[in-house]
């Protein structure tokens, strides 16, 4: 069977979409230099899947530690998760966010062309799509300039691959605009560990969850919308793994460039994260109301057509899913992998 090089395994949605390769008989080799992750997690995906999944460390910017990788294993593909994904601190350090990202994938994929691989997975974001003109988002809505670093990377990384694709053409580019990610692996053992104070929603709510926050603020409740709180396409972690499987059962040895919107195609609003997320834990969810976050778009949601009709993928977790597994994993693990 292929044998599918992760970069940026350790990670959240790398970790989850290990298992997922695994079980769909692919063989992997994780690649990652903690910046944003734990070593317990390789463990617990061991656990997991049954099996030892080899790990190397290192870092995708260094040209000799992805090489070594190259010639330990017969890499059939890589797909790569490693990246720096914080909008807020992308302003403050737009160099490193270059560097790490675009840098990084520029790196990898010179290395990819050296040894004759030539099967490329990327995770995007629907951030290249930045404030929709209109909702849902297919694939051929414009791709506009991005208003942080980190969305800018995304679009550079796209655009590079795209090049890449044309100037090679034995290249299988797969580009992957994930929504948002949530939810965790109904085991309980993997799920989202940010460092610090969470960005993000749903890591946010289960923090509150389990008492290591006070109250969610929820940012801004007069947008035009049906409750005045911005809608996002939620899509459970899982689903989202399995999706890499399916581009990649669909896409191996393909020549040509290949984008999908990985979403559910359903747009729920912060209130309604709020509602459910205080049902999978049987009681309210404290939260209030603050002023509006500076570059949040209105709505965002995906048009998920393409990916159900060329790959045979369909997101099916429900949102009262996705909340109940956030949950399981915080519960088992109030600190994360640190417990
Ligand atoms: P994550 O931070 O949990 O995982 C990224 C992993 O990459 C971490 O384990 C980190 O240690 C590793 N890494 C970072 N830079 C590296 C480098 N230079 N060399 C080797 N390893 C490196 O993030 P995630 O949520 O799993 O996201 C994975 C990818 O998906 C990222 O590229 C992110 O931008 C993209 N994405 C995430 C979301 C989201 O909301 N989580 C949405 C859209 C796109
Ligand atoms: N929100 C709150 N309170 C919080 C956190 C978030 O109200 O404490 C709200 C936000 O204002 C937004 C919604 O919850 O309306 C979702 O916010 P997230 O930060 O969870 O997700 P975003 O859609 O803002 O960001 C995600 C990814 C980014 C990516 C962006 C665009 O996290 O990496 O989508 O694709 F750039």
Same mark, same amino acid.
């Given at each position: 069977?292929?044998?599918?090089? =992760?970069? #940026?395994?350790? /990670? ?15 063989? @992997?080799?994780? %690649? ?28 995708? $910017? ?15 593909? =890589? ?17 490193? &966010? ?5 840098? #990084?994938? $520029? ?5 990819? $062309?050296? %040894? ?13 799509? /930045? ?22 990377? !995304? ?29 965790? +692996? ?17 890591? &946010? ?5 389990? /008492? ?6 929820? %940012? ?10 911005? =809608? ?17 059962? +669909? ?34 969810? *404290?939260?209030?109301?603050? *002023?509006?976050? @500076? /570059? ?9 057509? !393409? ?33």
């Amino acid at each position: 069977m292929s044998v599918i090089l =992760v970069t #940026g395994g350790a /990670g959240y949605i790398g970790s989850h979409t290990v298992i997922e390769l695994v079980k769909a008989g692919y063989d @992997a080799v994780i %690649f990652d230099n903690f910046s944003n992750s734990k070593p317990a997690v390789l463990e617990r995906i061991n656990r997991i899947t049954g099996k030892h999944i080899p790990f190397m460390a290192g870092d995708i $910017r260094s040209r000799e530690q992805l090489e070594a990788v190259f010639s330990t294993y017969k890499i059939d593909g =890589v797909i790569n998760f490693a990246g720096l994904k914080a909008v807020g601190e992308s302003v403050k350090k737009p160099l490193e &966010y270059y560097d790490n990202n675009v840098s #990084g994938a $520029r790196t990898l994929l010179s290395v990819m $062309r050296e %040894f004759k691989c030539y099967n490329f997975i990327f995770s995007s974001s629907a951030t290249v799509y /930045g404030e929709p003109d209109s909702v849902p988002l297919t694939e051929e809505s414009p791709v506009k300039r991005a208003n942080c670093p980190y969305g800018q990377t !995304k679009v550079d990384i796209e655009y590079m691959c795209q090049e890449l694709q044309k100037a090679v053409p034995e290249f299988s580019m797969v580009l992957l605009r994930y929504f948002n990610p949530v939810g965790a +692996h109904e085991s309980g053992l993997i799920g989202e560990d940010p460092r610090g104070i969470p960005n993000n929603l749903m890591p &946010y709510l289960t923090q509150v969850a389990v /008492g290591r926050l006070p109250y969610l603020n929820i %940012f801004g409740n007069d947008y035009p919308t049906p409750d005045g709180t911005c =809608v996002r396409d939620y899509i459970h972690v899982v689903d989202l793994a399995k999706g890499h499987v399916a581009a990649l059962n +669909h896409c191996l040895n393909k020549s040509g460039t290949f984008i999908y919107n990985l979403g559910t195609g359903v747009g729920y609003s912060v209130l309604d994260m709020v509602k459910a997320f205080s049902k999978a834990i049987g009681r309210e969810l *404290p939260y209030k109301f603050a *002023p509006r976050r @500076a /570059g949040d778009v209105v709505q965002c949601y995906a048009d998920p057509a !393409k990916a159900q009709r060329e790959l045979g993928w369909k997101a099916l977790k429900t949102l009262d899913e996705m909340a109940a597994d956030s949950y399981n994993w915080q519960k088992n693990n109030p600190n994360g992998y640190d417990d």
